[in-house]
Nanobody, 125 residues
Framework: QVQLVESGGGLVVPGGSLRLSCAAN????????LGWFRQAPGKEREWVSF????????YSTNALKGRFSISRDNTKNMIYQQMNSLKPEDTDTYYC??????????????????WGQGTQVTVSS
């Protein structure tokens, strides 16, 4: 089993920044990618970004490029999501996910093997 623990969410004013963290623990040796999704109440879970662990390549949804960026710290088995110029429409619960898919693609909720519990991000003045 894998445990993913997110942190870093909170309340921020429009235009502000937050950095989310996700710590991966447990049976992490076969993980091929780690990433982020977000979800608003009553809406489908939406892909944000992922990082392929074999080569460190990062992928982000086009709608958030330039404002959101994903990174990792291999020594700590952690990934981060830096979120800048936040907008009220970024208000969501953000989830960390991992996949052991050989393709190392993590862009659909069905690609994920494990999820974190989620961290709430609220952008409001």
């Amino acid at each position: 089993q894998v445990q993913l623990v997110e942190s870093g969410g909170g309340l921020v004013v429009p235009g502000g920044s937050l950095r989310l963290s996700c710590a991966a623990n447990g049976n992490i040796f076969n993980i091929n990618a780690l990433g982020w999704f977000r979800q608003a109440p009553g809406k489908e879970r939406e892909w944000v970004s992922f990082i392929a662990l074999s080569d460190g390549k990062t992928y982000s949804t086009n709608a958030l490029k330039g404002r959101f960026s994903i990174s990792r710290d291999n020594t700590k088995n952690m990934i981060y999501q830096q979120m800048n110029s936040l907008k009220p429409e970024d208000t969501d619960t953000y989830y960390c996910a991992e996949t052991k898919l050989h393709s190392a693609l993590l862009i659909r909720p069905a690609d994920a093997d494990y999820w974190g519990q989620g961290t709430q991000v609220t952008v409001s003045s």
